[in-house]
């Protein structure tokens, strides 16, 4: 069966190409049977990796210099999500006017270049797929073709592969070291390295250009224009948000465990994790656009995640991997529902969205599902990784860290409540969907509750590793849980929404040359502090 790698990678490509050149009337259903076939492999190997790690050498060349497919634990689940994320896209798409050969060529060939990042073992080979991935995504930002979108593509991709050319050097100094590129070899290589300091420059260079593709603290600022852009489809940000900005973490991860014997990076992931996340929910109060607010919380998403990678416990780890599958899922639930307002009620300013409730109770469940998943609700998907995100930390700074990242996370989506139970004077027709819409929202929102409810079995299944959190333990964080609501709408009515902070800090916006500067000053700073402080 490892050969149906190859499937991951070569079929929704290859779909994708024969139906752009022959253009059938039953493309989008073709398109659907690909991700459903592309799925099912994915669970299958969820279940392999439990007892093994499928391997597909691509060359007849051996190790270390040959080329190797692999599926493990940690790609396993990412495969998971990557394929279960574009399956229901496709489905909500299916009667979309943009659903034509072009954009189908380009959403199947994404997929297949995603899926196939996260099974290459080889870093060249990684920095060709996430550069033509880049450029796949940035055609995607510019779809539409107007002015704006022109703009964010053309921004999202110049400083995407300024970032990956950083990569590209790291990548050629590990070359210069070891004379391989293959992931395995070079971490046995670093375990036998007689002087560790020599790495530096080279972990300077792959950490900045990961830290790009993740957008943590400073490197961010790309990652709203490329996600909030107006005229992209909101499955294009969807992507972007929910799978794409993951494979900068996942590579992080793989970055982690290579360089572990020399360099701990625990503390830097933690640091960088709180200033990401606070940085995200600042700025994503301030915003009144809803694929802004949305953006920017992906930031501070980003950075929980960061916190449970660089934790001390397991269950740190495993809570962090739990949250990207998570925050890939109900942050994706958001950006089709974003879409669906701004269509519905004409605007993407989110305070000119009022009386959900009236006009779709079934909506306002599935958005009420949503908030519930990215505020840390129990019995919810996102409240059930962070409790295992902020697992043993018992120092009283560390809480007030906690609780000032949940806060922020709450004041952020109070904006959605209102839209759903602000009222409405002017009179509305009632939310029309098609029924392939109701039925990709409902894969998503019933996704949220079962990783909440279902998290102890899920997790076994998924990561391989037991995470216990009795439904009664879940139960008895639910007067923490509405306290802290409670708290966070106080702030926010009586301060927050009063105040001219929230003007000023929307305005601050870094500029092409600002981002580039950022890119240097976080590549300086790592090589500096990697010499003469770890």
């Given at each position: 069966m490892t050969g149906t790698l190859y499937l991951l990678v070569m079929l929704p490509i290859a779909v994708g190409l024969f139906l752009y050149v022959f253009n059938r009337f039953l493309s989008r259903t073709v398109a659907v049977g690909i991700q459903m076939i592309l799925l099912f492999l994915s669970v299958y190997y969820v279940f392999i990796t439990q007892t093994a790690i499928l391997e597909l050498p691509l060359l007849n060349v051996p190790l270390p210099y040959g080329m190797l497919l692999e599926v493990d634990d940690l790609s396993a689940v990412m495969l998971f999500l990557n394929n279960l994320l574009f399956l229901t896209f496709t489905i909500f798409s299916y009667h979309k006017n943009y659903m034509n050969r072009l954009f189908l060529f380009l959403f199947l060939s994404l997929q297949g270049l995603i899926n196939a990042l996260f099974i290459s073992t080889d870093f060249f080979n990684v920095y060709i797929l996430i550069e033509v991935a880049t450029i796949t995504v940035s055609v995607l930002i510019m779809f539409k073709k107007d002015r704006q979108s022109m703009y964010d593509g053309m921004l999202y991709l110049t400083?995407?592969?300024?970032?990956?050319?950083?990569?590209?050097?790291?990548?050629?100094?590990?070359?210069?070291?070891?004379?391989?590129?293959?992931?395995?070899?070079?971490?046995?290589?670093?375990?036998?390295?007689?002087?560790?300091?020599?790495?530096?420059?080279?972990?300077?260079?792959?950490?900045?250009?990961?830290?790009?593709?993740?957008?943590?603290?400073?490197?961010?600022?790309?990652?709203?224009?490329?996600?909030?852009?107006?005229?992209?489809?909101?499955?294009?940000?969807?992507?972007?948000?929910?799978?794409?900005?993951?494979?900068?973490?996942?590579?992080?991860?793989?970055?982690?465990?290579?360089?572990?014997?020399?360099?701990?990076?625990?503390?830097?992931?933690l640091v960088l994790g709180f200033t990401t996340a606070i940085a995200g929910f600042i700025f994503a109060i301030s915003q009144e656009d809803i694929k802004l607010i949305l953006a920017y919380h992906t930031i501070s998403q980003i950075g929980l995640i960061l916190i449970g990678l660089g934790g001390t416990a397991s269950l740190n780890y495993q809570g962090g991997v739990y949250h990207i599958l998570s925050h890939g899922i109900f942050k994706s639930l958001f950006f089709i529902l974003a879409g669906v307002l701004s269509e519905r009620f004409k605007t993407r300013k989110i305070t000119k969205m009022k009386g959900l409730w009236q006009i779709s109770k079934p909506l306002s469940c599935i958005l009420l599902i949503a908030v519930f998943s990215i505020t840390g609700a129990p019995f919810f998907s996102g409240g059930y990784s962070k409790y295992f995100i902020s697992y043993g930390y018992a120092s009283i700074f560390f809480k007030a860290m906690f609780i000032l990242v949940n806060l922020g996370t709450m004041i952020s989506f109070i904006k959605f409540l209102h839209i759903i139970f602000t009222k409405t004077d002017v009179q509305t027709s009632k939310l029309s969907l098609r029924k392939n819409e109701w039925f990709a929202l409902g894969i998503l929102a019933s996704a949220c509750i079962m990783l909440g409810l279902g998290g102890n079995i899920l997790s076994v299944w998924l990561l391989h590793e037991p995470m216990n959190l009795s439904p009664f333990g879940q139960l008895i964080k639910l007067p923490s849980y509405v306290f802290n609501y409670a708290l966070a709408f106080t702030l926010y009515t009586f301060w927050l929404k009063k105040s001219s902070l929230l003007h000023r800090i929307r305005r601050v916006e870094l500029t092409f040359n600002s981002i580039n500067i950022a890119i240097v000053t976080f590549f300086f700073i790592t090589f500096t502090f990697l010499n003469y402080v770890l």
């Open positions: 400083v995407n592969m300024i970032g990956m050319a950083f990569f590209l050097f790291g990548v050629g100094l590990l070359y210069k070291s070891f004379g391989v590129l293959d992931f395995k070899h070079i971490t046995s290589g670093i375990q036998n390295l007689s002087n560790p300091k020599a790495l530096n420059l080279a972990f300077s260079f792959l950490l900045t250009g990961i830290g790009l593709k993740a957008a943590i603290l400073p490197l961010f600022s790309w990652l709203p224009k490329a996600h909030g852009t107006a005229s992209a489809p909101s499955i294009v940000s969807a992507v972007l948000s929910g799978i794409f900005v993951k494979v900068g973490v996942y590579m992080l991860i793989r970055l982690q465990v290579m360089f572990a014997p020399i360099i701990d990076m625990q503390a830097v992931l």
